[in-house]
């Protein structure tokens, strides 16, 4: 395998209703199928994202099952599965033709690898040895195993990059984010020996119709959370007493609700794709408690169904009584908080004029943290981070 599954947008939602899938590019619905694309011709377009291997044409992306129709065989383990908002790369053959294919899932649930989408593929002088007969072509032209550095970009025009190293120069043709051609042509032979094809966009469609079967019953994670009854002194346990009621991070957006919490719809995710997040926004007692909630399952499921794993106290905005383990709670004073913290593994990331700023984090532990603001002039706590993933 060639490259480790990668999660997109981790800083961002990328939840069906958000629409961030399709931030990444727009989708080419005036683009011929997989099927059309093998029986006609190559495209004269660079970025159609089309090439001709032995006669068929390629289209990406293209389904993982027309893919193999072309005749291709996939070599990596039956069993691997590929969560929503990944992929990876898989070995291929065809016959004595060796590629690397990337797999992509930007649906809404996990699938078995060879039930995603190709979202291109990559082959170098290596692979293309044993199947030297193999004829590769590309929009305008251009021939695997023959063309240029200078017929390449009197046909192409300039690239996006260029990559100038004592074995190669690399090309690199950018379309948009995930959606590129790279070629590289070898310092030695002066012709074109590797390329890397990468298009992946979304099916919009098939998630809108996937979301709309979503099921808002409760998932056997949510039907397993059982409410704390006690705060009790383990501070690492998760508990917390937040806005008047018991949890145990990480605790389902359900629960919130039943304890007086609204949903704002429409500042929350409906959908939340599987073993991914969706932002959620609630509101209680005419203040807003806004966040990112889990979805532990493989499966697509509603924000309701999804886990809260951290809570916020700040005074200067949703300020929600909160209370840990141990006793830290906010507004209580640094002179109460200090005995606390020194039976703590607790660093000062920050300390300015007006705030010090404390983080409590045990080493090799990154799932679990808190963040603790004290207002010098006051001598009060103002604000508590508390996550527990």
């Known amino acids: 395998m060639k490259k480790n599954v990668f999660v997109f947008l981790l800083a961002c939602s990328l939840c069906f209703s958000a629409s961030a899938i399709a931030a990444f590019a727009e989708?080419?619905?005036?683009?011929?199928?997989?099927?059309?694309?093998?029986?006609?011709?190559?495209?004269?377009?660079?970025?159609?994202?089309?090439?001709?291997?032995?006669?068929?044409v390629y289209?990406?992306?293209?389904?993982?099952?027309?893919f193999m129709a072309l005749g291709w065989k996939y070599m990596?383990?039956?069993?691997?599965?590929?969560?929503p908002n990944?992929?990876?790369?898989?070995?291929?053959?065809?016959?004595?033709?060796?590629a690397y294919v990337d797999l992509y899932n930007l649906g809404l649930n996990t699938l078995p690898a060879t039930e995603c989408s190709v979202g291109g593929m990559s082959i170098d002088s290596y692979q293309f040895g044993d199947a030297p007969e193999t004829v590769i072509e590309f929009p305008k032209g251009i021939v695997y195993n023959t063309s240029t550095l200078d017929d390449i970009k009197a046909a192409w025009g300039e690239p996006s990059d260029t990559y100038e190293g004592d074995l190669y120069t690399k090309l690199t043709y950018e379309y948009d984010i995930y959606q590129s051609?790279?070629?590289?042509?070898?310092?030695?032979?002066?012709?074109?020996?590797?390329f890397d094809y990468e298009n992946l966009v979304a099916d919009e469609e098939a998630n809108a119709a996937a979301a709309a079967e979503v099921s808002s019953e409760p998932t056997e994670d949510v039907l397993a959370y059982e409410a704390p009854t006690e705060l009790g002194d383990d501070i690492h346990s998760g508990i917390v007493d937040f806005a008047g009621n018991l949890y145990q991070l990480p605790a389902p957006v359900s629960v919130f609700l039943e304890n007086g919490f609204t949903l704002k719809p429409e500042d929350s995710d409906p959908v939340v794709a599987g073993e991914y997040f969706g932002w959620f926004e609630m509101i209680k007692d005419g203040k807003e408690f806004r966040g990112t909630a889990r979805n532990f399952s493989p499966?697509?499921?509603?924000i309701e169904n999804c886990f809260?794993?951290?809570?916020?106290?700040?005074?200067?905005?949703?300020?929600?009584?909160?209370?840990?383990?141990?006793?830290?709670?906010?507004?209580?004073?640094?002179?109460?908080?200090?005995?606390?913290?020194?039976?703590?593994?607790?660093?000062?990331?920050?300390?300015?004029?007006?705030?010090?700023?404390?983080?409590?984090?045990?080493?090799?532990?990154?799932?679990?943290?808190?963040?603790?603001?004290?207002?010098?002039?006051d001598n009060t706590v103002t604000t508590i981070e508390f996550e527990n993933r």
């Open 27 to 56: 989708e080419a619905a005036t683009e011929p199928t997989a099927a059309e694309a093998a029986e006609g011709e190559l495209s004269d377009d660079i970025y159609s994202f089309q090439l001709k291997l032995d006669g068929d």
């Open 59 to 66: 289209q990406f992306p293209m389904s993982c099952a027309d």
């Open 76 to 83: 990596e383990d039956e069993e691997t599965e590929i969560a």
């Open 86 to 98: 990944s992929y990876s790369s898989f070995r291929f053959t065809k016959g004595n033709l060796e």
């Open 181 to 194: 051609i790279e070629f590289e042509i070898d310092a030695e032979t002066g012709v074109l020996d590797k």
């Open 299 to 302: 499966n697509a499921t509603t």
């Open 308 to 377: 809260v794993t951290e809570v916020e106290a700040d005074s200067y905005d949703a300020d929600f009584p909160l209370t840990l383990p141990g006793g830290i709670s906010n507004h209580m004073s640094a002179d109460e908080l200090m005995p606390i913290l020194e039976t703590l593994s607790y660093e000062v990331s920050s300390d300015t004029d007006d705030y010090t700023y404390y983080t409590v984090q045990e080493k090799d532990n990154y799932d679990w943290s808190i963040n603790i603001t004290v207002k010098k002039e």
